[in-house]
């Protein structure tokens, strides 16, 4: 991210990505009385 996608592949994987992206913040849960966080959910990647 940060820089025009070269060509049309480029531009769907940025689609992609933000796709992505955006179903990640979604699952953010917070307390918007106290502006806390509730929920992080952390996706454990293993080797």
């Known amino acids: 991210m940060g820089h025009a996608a070269e060509g ?3 531009q769907h994987y940025a689609a992609q990505n933000l796709e992505t992206l ?5 699952k953010i849960a ?3 009385s106290t502006a ?3 929920a992080l959910p952390v996706r ?3 080797g």
């Open 8 to 10: 049309v592949t480029a």
């Open 22 to 26: 955006a179903a990640a913040v979604a």
């Open 36 to 38: 806390q966080v509730i």
């Open 30 to 32: 917070l307390d918007l």
């Open 44 to 46: 454990v990647v293993g």
